[in-house]
C-alpha cells in the first residue's frame, strides 16, 4: 500500500523534480552527453559479448535546422561505428527527424541516414513514439524496407490494440521489428492497461512474428515475458542469429548474464547527448522503486 503510494506520488511529481536530481539518476540510463561516451560504452559493452544500439537523445523536435543537425549526427554515429570496428547499430525517433512538423521532411532525413547505414553495411531502427505517429512511421518503414531491404527495422508496442493487425499488414515482406510493452500514456480506447493483458499480447505478437519469419528484436527486462520468449524460440528451432534480446541501459544487468549465458544474443540501448533529461524522467516515471533503492529506502 505504501509502496504504491510512494510511487504513484513519484509518477505524478517528477515532472518538477530539478534537473540537478535527475542528474544524480542519469548516470544509470544514459552513457553520457557525447558521442565519445557512447563509443567508450559500446567497448565495454562489446568486450562483454554485448552489442549495442546508440541514440542520439533527441525528440519532439519543431524546428528544421535542428533536425538536420540530429540527422547530421546521426550518420555521425554510423561513421564512427564503421571507424571504430564497433559490433553497434543506430536507434533514431521520428519526431527527432520532423514527424511533428514536416512528414516529407522526416521521411528524407530518415532515408539519408538509412542510406549511409546501407553504404556502411549497418542498420537503422526506427523507434516508435506515441499513437499520432503510429501509422506515419509504419509507412516510411514500408517504403525504406522497399528501398533498403536489411538495413531497416521499427519498433511495434505490444500495448496498443491495433500491433497484432500491424504484424499481419507488414507480413508481405522481410520484416525487422522490436517488439516492446510500450512506454507512452496512451487512451483505453487504443491500448490495454492491464499488465497481464499486455503480456499475453506481447506473447500472441512474438510467436505471430516467428511463424511470419520475422527478426525480432525481443525488447524487455520482464522476466517471465524472456522465459516464454525462450520456449518460442525452442518450438520454432531459431539460430542465434535470427532473433535478438534487447535491453536498456542501467536495467535488468542480472538478467544480462542469465540471457549470454544461454547463449543469446543481446543489444543493450545506449542513449546518449545533451537531451537526457526527459529521457531519464521517462525511465524515473516507469520504476519509481529505482530512486528508493538509490536513496536506501
Ligand atoms: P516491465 O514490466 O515494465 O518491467 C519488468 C522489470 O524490469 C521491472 O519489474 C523492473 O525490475 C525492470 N524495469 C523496467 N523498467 C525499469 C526502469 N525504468 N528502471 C529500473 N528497472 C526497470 N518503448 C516504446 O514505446 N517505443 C520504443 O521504441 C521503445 N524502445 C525500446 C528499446 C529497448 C531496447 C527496450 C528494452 C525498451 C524499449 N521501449 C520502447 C520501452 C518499453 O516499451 C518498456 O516501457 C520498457 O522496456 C519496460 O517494459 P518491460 O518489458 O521491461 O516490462
Known sequence: ???????????NTIDYV???????????YVAGTSLSDAVKTTVDLNSKGI???????????????????FRNECIKVLETIKKESLNANLSLKPTQMGLAINKALCYENIRKIVKRAKELDNFVRIDMENSPYTSDTLKMYKLLREEFPGHVGTVLQAYLRRTVDDIDKLSDKDLNIRLCKGIYMESYKIAYKNPEIINENYIYCLEKLF???????????????????????????LQPNEYEFQMLLGIGE??????????????IYVP?????????????????????????L
Open 272 to 296: 546518449y547527448g545533451k537531451e537526457w533529461l526527459s529521457y531519464v524522467r521517462r525511465r524515473l516515471k516507469e520504476n519509481p522503486n529505482i530512486i528508493k533503492t538509490a536513496l536506501g
Open 18 to 28: 530539478p534537473e540537478q536530481i535527475i542528474d544524480f539518476f542519469s548516470k544509470k
Open 51 to 69: 552489442m549495442s544500439t546508440i541514440d542520439v537523445l533527441g525528440e519532439s523536435v519543431y524546428n528544421e535546422d535542428q533536425t538536420i543537425f
Open 211 to 237: 511463424e511470419n519469419k520475422a527478426y525480432v528484436g525481443i525488447a524487455t527486462h520482464d522476466e517471465k515475458l524472456i522465459f516464454h520468449a525462450m520456449k518460442l524460440i525452442r518450438k520454432y528451432n
Open 1 to 11: 500500500m505504501l509502496n504504491n503510494i510512494f510511487n504513484f506520488t513519484i509518477s
Open 254 to 267: 542480472k538478467l544480462r548474464d542469465f540471457i549470454l549465458a544461454k547463449k543469446h544474443r543481446l543489444r
